[in-house]
């Protein structure tokens, strides 16, 4: 299930309450219904804000919330090795879980990257998921690490 998009002139807000969210333009809401597991499931693209430089990767969500990709997520340095974990969304639109990968290529040891915590919001017309990880890496001169930027963006229905 997809939400609609509001469309006119002015500032759009979501509010979180309830397990419901709602979406206001001046003082006209419109309630929509509590978030579901389902809204996460079928094929997105997530962005990993992880230095050297941001990784883009296709993921295709099971309706249990686990995820997988059938490639490497190649950027220019470093290579991505198939991220999988598994993210959860409540009834109020907030997405948790956990996410790993290994990095590797360019002139620095491979590596094993973990998030064991995801804190995401997903957007009011349920294209977007946005917030930031925390987690530990296995090499580097920082081990551990919190605040970094994830987000996944809709692509198409599961397959």
């Not at 907030?94 to 790993?100: D, N, Q, R, Y």
């Not at 995401?120 to 920082?142: H, L, P, Q």
């Amino acid at each position: 299930m997809r939400f609609k998009t509001l469309l006119g002139i002015g500032p759009v807000v979501a509010l979180f309450c309830s397990g419901a969210m709602a979406e206001c333009q001046g003082t006209a809401c419109k309630l929509f219904s509590p978030c579901q597991q389902s809204m996460l499931q079928g094929n997105w693209e997530f962005f990993l804000g992880f230095q050297p430089t941001d990784s883009v990767c296709p993921v295709t969500i099971a309706a249990s919330g686990s995820f997988t990709t059938a490639s490497l997520c190649v950027d220019n340095y470093p290579y991505v090795n198939r991220p999988s974990g598994t993210v959860t969304i409540d009834t109020s639109c907030h997405v948790t879980g956990s996410l790993s990968f290994s990095l590797f290529g360019g002139n620095e040891p491979d590596e094993l990257v973990t998030f064991s915590t995801i804190s995401m919001w997903i957007s009011a017309d349920g294209s977007r998921v946005s917030g930031y990880g925390s987690g530990t890496r296995s090499t580097g001169n920082f081990n551990s690490f919190h605040g970094v930027p994830l987000e996944m963006v809709y692509r198409t229905a599961g397959q």
